[in-house]
T-cell receptor
Framework: NAGVTQTPKFQVLKTGQSMTLQCAQDMNHEYMSWYRQDPGMGLRLIHY???????DQGEVPNGYNVSRSTTEDFPLRLLSAAPSQTSVYFC????????????FGAGTRLSVL | GQQVMQIPQYQHVQEGEDFTTYCNSS?????IQWYKQRPGGHPVFLIQLVKSGEVKKQKRLTFQFGEAKKNSSLHITATQTTDVGTYFCAGVKGGNKLVFGAGTILRVKS
């Protein structure tokens, strides 16, 4: 039981490049979320999903896309990377019955030059 | 939108001293959670408070939820070096969206 697995752990992009941050969970959780963490700003919700095929925007969705084709996977796509997207990204999942308690992955540290 | 303010931003204490971090919301929360993030790590759930005026303890950690369900605090008694990290509160107002405070960074001098 690995919990929430994020790949890659580190990534450097050039402005304008696109990439996908992977997130997978093996706990059969219905809820999954993406957050970004910036110094002094806590964790801000980017997108979230309440089940396969259902996604919705969080607080800071611009520049990011998500999809949820399976219960296990919730990839985050950066369409055209910008320096403002330099951050640490965390994926989290939660159980439908205790849906607010988040289990976080180890994070992806992204730098956009 | 809903905001959760957390203070202080940073605190440096001597080992054995107490530590407290506070969260305040502009609106009533259905519940509040606390997470701990070790340096270089990811947030880990500590506790959830649901009832007005609720107080919960975990060893040296005491969590409180205000009577109006708009504020909360985490108090650590006699800090240890293992307590270092960032402590986040996260408020819930219906649904599954958490709103995190900015966090309090705790450093402990031994």
């Amino acid at each position: 039981n690995a919990g929430v697995t994020q790949t890659p752990k580190f990534q450097v992009l050039k402005t304008g490049q696109s990439m996908t941050l992977q997130c997978a969970q093996d706990m059969n959780h219905e809820y999954m979320s993406w957050y970004r963490q910036d110094p002094g700003m806590g964790l801000r919700l980017i997108h979230y999903s309440v089940g396969a095929g259902i996604t919705d925007q969080g607080e800071v969705p611009n520049g990011y896309n998500v999809s949820r084709s399976t219960t296990e996977d919730f990839p985050l796509r950066l369409l055209s990377a910008a320096p403002s997207q330099t951050s640490v990204y965390f994926c989290a999942s939660s159980d439908r019955l205790i849906k607010n308690i988040q289990y976080f992955g180890a994070g992806t540290r992204l730098s956009v030059l | 939108g809903q905001q959760v303010m957390q203070i202080p931003q940073y605190q440096h204490v001597q080992e054995g001293e107490d530590f407290t971090t506070y969260c305040n919301s502009s609106t009533t929360l259905s519940n509040i959670q606390w997470y701990k993030q070790r340096p270089g790590g990811h947030p880990v759930f500590l506790i959830q408070l649901v009832k007005s005026g609720e107080v919960k303890k975990q060893k040296r950690l005491t969590f409180q939820f205000g009577e109006a369900k708009k504020n909360s605090s985490l108090h650590i008694t006699a800090t240890q070096t293992t307590d270092v990290g960032t402590y986040f509160c996260a408020g819930v107002k219906g649904g599954n969206k958490l709103v995190f405070g900015a966090g309090t960074i705790l450093r402990v001098k031994s």
